[in-house]
């Protein structure tokens, strides 16, 4: 068991800064996963922790240990690769057992940890092929196979699943799911899909331009995010946000949006601007609701399972996921209890 903690840590390449005074403190067995747009800093935070990269400012410490000045091999963590970094003249058992090999451990204990490794990965019938006789989500497995024999205090992924296509990454994260519970490791896992992120995580760090916009579970990040930022960067489709001006607050617990009036018994505005974010399954199609309106159909996605219907009204653009089976009408609904709303700044504001 381990448990990380960043202190104070920043980081710059010239005079690009891509990570700002970042502290964050990780848990024993935890399932972290680090999420956010290209560019937000995620992937250099996982390579300070493998020492890959240096730290302009700051500690990491890993229980209670700064690994600032360790030598890589010395930090007890194992990272997992995006582009798999499999020796292509090596079968699999060698490219599993080349870290121990390397530290020069018993054969007997090679052995046994790659076979264990194997067994754990199902691949046991793969060990004597070349990673070109391998499909794509294989070599994925022999890569987290050969972090499997280090016995790392942490697991670094770096978007491991970022080559596979759908099908096979939705099979490799329950496969990752499952390996985490049945090795009890902390796991930091680094990816831009969020779908990866709430479907892995025990809690999801989201970023944004080398700071952290919210820490929390995967339900506290989709249910009560802190900001738009975080609101719409998970969620898909993501969230709807309308735009409400000075002139839209009636009065302290009322306003007007599409020409109607939306009264709010728990909540009171300032004259200020203000947004209201409402997530695309919680408008409604022919329910009785709080409030209604009628938008101009632009699009309907048919998903299968269900529709995703693109709107507008006035100069403002939605969207709404509805079951495919639900005829679909002009007046759309929802209500207050569904709404988000958010300041001038953008910072969530809590009813």
Same mark, same amino acid.
């Given at each position: ?20 005074? =970042? ?11 680090? #999420? ?18 240096? *730290?302009?400012?700051?500690? @990491? ?5 700064? *690994? ?11 990272? #997992? ?27 007997? /204990? @090679? ?11 199902? @691949? ?8 070109? /006789?391998?499909?794509?989500? $294989? ?12 016995? +790392? ?22 496969? *990752?799911?499952?390996? %985490? ?10 990816? %831009?899909? $969020? ?9 999801? #760090? ?11 579970? +995967? ?10 930022? #975080? ?5 898909? +489709? ?25 009264? =709010?018994?728990?909540?009171? =505005?300032?004259?200020?601007? %203000?947004?209201?974010?409402?997530? +695309? ?14 938008? /101009? ?24 996921? *509805? ?29």
């Amino acid at each position: 068991m381990a448990n990380i903690q960043f202190k104070g840590i920043h980081k710059s390449f010239g005079s690009n800064k891509i990570i700002t005074d =970042f502290n964050l403190e990780g848990k024993e067995d935890e399932f972290l996963v680090l #999420v956010g747009p290209s560019g937000c800093g995620k992937s250099t935070l996982l390579r300070m922790i493998a020492g890959l990269e240096n *730290i302009d400012d700051g500690e @990491i410490f890993i229980n209670d240990q700064k *690994i600032n000045e360790l030598h890589p091999s010395k930090r007890q963590t194992a990272m #997992v690769f995006q582009s798999y970094a499999l020796y292509p003249h090596m079968n699999v058992f060698e490219n599993m057992s080349f870290g121990l090999k390397i530290e020069k451990r018993p054969k007997e /204990e @090679i052995l046994s940890k790659v076979t264990d490794a194997a067994r754990i990965l199902k @691949i046991e019938e793969l060990l004597d092929r070349r990673p070109k /006789e391998l499909s794509g989500g $294989q070599r994925q497995r022999v890569a987290i196979g050969r972090a499997i024999t280090r016995n +790392p205090k942490i697991f670094l992924f770096d978007e491991p699943l970022s080559n596979l296509d759908a099908a096979l990454r939705a099979e490799m994260r329950v496969e *990752i799911s499952k390996l %985490h519970n049945q090795i009890k490791t902390n796991m930091i896992y680094v990816t %831009h899909d $969020q779908v990866e992120a709430m479907t892995l995580a025990d809690r999801i #760090v989201l970023l944004n331009k080398g700071n952290i916009e919210q820490v929390g579970t +995967p339900d506290e990040i989709y249910n009560d995010p802190a900001n738009i930022f #975080v609101a719409q960067f998970i969620g898909t +489709p993501k969230m709807n946000i309308l735009e409400i001006s000075e002139e839209n607050v009636v009065s302290d617990n009322t306003l007007k949006l599409f020409g109607s009036e939306i009264k =709010f018994n728990k909540f009171k =505005f300032e004259k200020a601007k %203000h947004y209201i974010g409402i997530r +695309p399954e919680h408008l409604k199609v022919n329910h009785k609701s709080d409030f209604s309106f009628n938008p /101009e159909v632009e699009l309907i996605e048919n998903l299968g399972n269900e529709k995703i219907i693109y709107l507008r009204k006035d100069k403002n653009q939605l969207s709404a996921k *509805i079951p495919s089976n639900m005829e679909i009408r002009n007046t759309i609904g929802f209500n207050l209890q569904d709404l988000l709303i958010f300041d001038k700044n953008k910072i969530r504001i809590k009813l």
